[in-house]
Nanobody, 125 residues
């Protein structure tokens, strides 16, 4: 069973928009931190956006002003609104969460321990 399930990926032209969604499978988030990561072919996975334990949203410099992360606790769903997409945004996008008091006490939000299977985003020029 995959802990987190993403949806909303697809193909879009440069300048377009997509909204990614991520929901836990069979349990509630109850997470200290939630975030989105991405990995392009031949590159390492990197952080895109996150909501830290204090509720503050943080973004990679490359997506600031274009992407918005949000967590609808009523729907228990994490979103990533992506606007003004660029070809360099093409990647597999993963949602992740930090859950568990022991893990958070030891690692904080530096190491995510729950991951989704990823959803592909392709931006054409």
């Amino acid at each position: 069973q995959v802990p987190l399930v993403e949806s909303g990926g697809g193909s879009v032209q440069a300048g377009g928009s997509l909204r990614l969604s991520c929901a836990p499978s069979g349990y509630s988030y109850d997470a200290y931190c939630v975030g989105w990561f991405r990995q392009a072919p031949g590159k390492e996975r990197g952080g895109v956006a996150a909501i830290e334990s204090d509720g503050e949203a943080t973004y990679a410099d490359s997506v600031k002003g274009r992407f918005t992360i949000s967590h609808d606790k009523a729907k228990d769903t994490l979103y990533l609104q992506m606007n003004s997409l660029k070809p360099e945004d093409t990647a597999m996008y993963y949602c992740a969460a930090v859950r568990g008091t022991d893990h958070y006490s030891e690692r904080g939000c530096s190491v995510y321990n729950y991951w989704g299977q990823g959803t592909q985003v392709t931006v054409s020029s």
